[in-house]
């Protein structure tokens, strides 16, 4: 296992391999109602859709409560409130003892009144609600759905989670991009209303996921070969923090490896201590620790091994 202290040109970002991953992603589903173009999903997924296996969901959860996970995710590349059991499977997870903060984000496109209620009484912790957008029109560049609806979707389950005295804390999603950074201070604005102790308005940056999104159309002409020194690199933190498992079972190092080529194995077929403890992972430490991405494209044009220019702005890439 690769050790903080192993060699490599990395030095100055030391990594630490925990025991068992504290970030965790599980994939309830990689279906998705919506083509957002900012989204690896819709740019460059080419495996099979499909819902999660209940049973294979429930023996995950089962395998890594207790294991010191800090945040368990219950979402990847798709919108995990279309998997026909998903409020049962939400509540199991958000029940279970042990397990970290469980989590998940989605474009609250189905968050009507009743799923509104089904989701709060699934006692889940946090939620990343993805409103994204100030108006209709970028909504439709962004989103591409009727942004009406979803507004009231998010206003609703906010008035409900107020009404029922939720406990689950709350993010109102907004990611930060040049081409509507015009509506940044508009939307803090509209939504400062209904923030609260549990409710917060939250602005993130935009990711490459791994190069298959070109950020310069989103950032107004930007391109991130102008924020990131490509000859500056260093090794991925999220190959000592985090693990994934698609919904198909695969377990894969990387939450950005949309469709699986840097597998570890398959979750029905190993536990994911085994999954973080193999020959794989140790193989992909090395490499990133050398610096050495070759034979490796997604690492290779991923914005998380890249250092940023000294000169470049504090914008909106990661
Ligand atoms: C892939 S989505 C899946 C969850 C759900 N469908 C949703 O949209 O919230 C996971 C998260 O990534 C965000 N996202 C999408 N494209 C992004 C990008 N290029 N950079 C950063 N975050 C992005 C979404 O807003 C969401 O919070
Ligand atoms: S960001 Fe979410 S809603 Fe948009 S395409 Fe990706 S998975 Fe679907």
């Known amino acids: 296992m690769v050790r903080p202290e192993a060699p490599g ?8 391999a925990h025991a068992f991953p504290p970030i965790l992603h599980v994939e309830l589903t990689n279906e998705c109602n919506l083509e957002c173009p900012m989204c690896a999903r819709t740019t460059s997924m080419t495996r099979p859709v499909q819902h999660m296996d209940a049973d294979l969901f429930r023996r995950i959860v089962d395998d890594v409560a207790g294991r010191g996970v ?21 509540t199991y997870a958000a ?8 989590a998940l984000s989605t ?7 009743a799923n509104a209620r089904k989701l709060i009484k699934t006692r889940l912790h946090h ?34 989670h107020k009404e029922m005295e939720s406990k689950m804390s709350v993010a109102l999603l907004f990611i930060n991009m040049g081409i509507k950074r015009h509506e940044l201070e508009a939307f803090k604005e509209a939504w400062a209303p209904y923030e ?21 159309q989103f950032t107004g002409g930007q391109s991130d ?50 999954a973080w403890n193999g020959g794989a ?7 990133h620790v050398a610096l050495n991405f070759d034979g490796l494209p997604l690492c290779d044009g991923c914005d998380k091994t890249f250092k940023k220019r000294r000169s470049a702005p504090d914008d909106d890439l990661i």
Not at 9 to 16: A, S, V
Not at 281 to 287: A, C, K
């Open 9 to 16: 040109k990395d030095t100055k970002r030391q990594r630490h």
């Open 70 to 90: 800090q945040k368990l995710w219950l979402h990847h590349f798709g919108e995990s409130l279309l998997h026909p059991q998903a409020y049962d499977l939400i």
């Open 95 to 102: 029940r279970k003892r042990d397990l970290g903060l469980v």
């Open 107 to 113: 474009n609250a496109t189905t968050l009507n009144e």
């Open 127 to 160: 939620l990343i609600l993805s409103v994204d957008a100030h108006s209709d029109d970028v909504y439709k560049v962004v989103r591409g759905f009727d942004f009406e609806r979803v507004l009231n979707n998010v206003r609703g389950f906010l008035a409900l």
């Open 196 to 216: 609260t102790k549990r409710v917060k308005v939250v602005i993130k940056k935009m990711t490459n996921y791994g190069g298959v999104i070109d950020t310069a």
């Open 225 to 274: 070969t102008e924020v990131y020194d490509r000859s500056r690199r260093r090794s991925c933190p999220k190959l000592w923090d985090s693990l994934t498992v698609q919904s198909n079972g695969q377990v894969v190092a990387c939450g950005y490896d949309v469709n699986g080529t840097m597998p570890y194995g398959n979750a029905g077929d190993m536990t994911l201590l085994e």
């Open 281 to 287: 992972i140790d193989d992909l430490r090395e490499r």
